[in-house]
């Protein structure tokens, strides 16, 4: 038997108004759904507390996906980084070594940049330079400390005048030549360099052994304020050097004051400035005064040595 063509319920009014009741909920939630739309496209901000509150909502869940995501990406990755772990050690030795490589040549290049700033730095104080010349060479083996510039009288070098480097003093010109010049260096037996500690008023006189170190004794003996890794520098006392330039580091403390090491290292050294004396009235007074007590010393024996004929 074919169908029957009307879709009518039946005459049960309670299926009729069922019916009628789906139809008329879904056309005001159509409605409704429509409104929100349009309130959305209208006002976009209106729905961001209820944004809000559905992401709080389902926040917890998402933490703890993403906690399992993450769990199981680390034991995937630890599983595959242990079949794969000799051929990774392998390219990361060959990198390590490949930066260390880098690094000595960016220290090397660091260390030339500051040694040629510091050149021109030394070219820039109050002491203008009066030249500019190369470390050629030192005795090493020798009980004397002697050093050789490459640059002598024709350059204006004068004995007496200080050699610095870029760290610190090197020594002064004991001898010169035209072209060359001879250089006493700090660590000789004979040299005598006043000295005070950069931090507060502590004098001191450092004295070259002959090994490459100098002792520092104290003017003011007593308790012995010195300690290991202090910083002596130039006092300017005799007119020589300039006050104010890095001398050596305290190493050791002995009685007296203590043994140091030079911040300036004649052999890691390749250019130095040669300066100007710092006070030349100063040295010319104290030059003029051995000259007069040598001179007095002369006639005093020259007439004790005339008055023993007389007497005989």
Known sequence: MAPPSSRRSGFSK???????TGYLVAGVMVVIGLGLLLLSLWQPAAFAPLR???SDVVAPVGSGSAAVRNQSQ????????YFNAGQQNAVLREEVEIARIRLAEAEAVESENRRLKGLLGLKETEAKPVAVARLVGSTATSARRHAYLSAGSGSGVKPGMPVISERGVIGRVLETGRGSARVLLLTDSESVLPVRRAKGDVIAFAEGRGD???????????????????LMVTSGAGGYYRPGVAVAVISSITPDGGIARLVAEPAATNFVAIEPVHQPAAVAVLSGSDAQAAGEALPSSTTSASATPDAE
């Open 74 to 81: 680390g034991l995937f990755a630890g599983i595959s980084g």
């Open 212 to 230: 490459g170190l100098l002792r520092v004794r104290l003017v003011n003996l007593g308790v012995n304020p010195l300690k290991v890794g202090d």
């Open 52 to 54: 809000g509150a559905a």
């Open 14 to 20: 309670k299926a009729q108004f069922s019916l009628f």
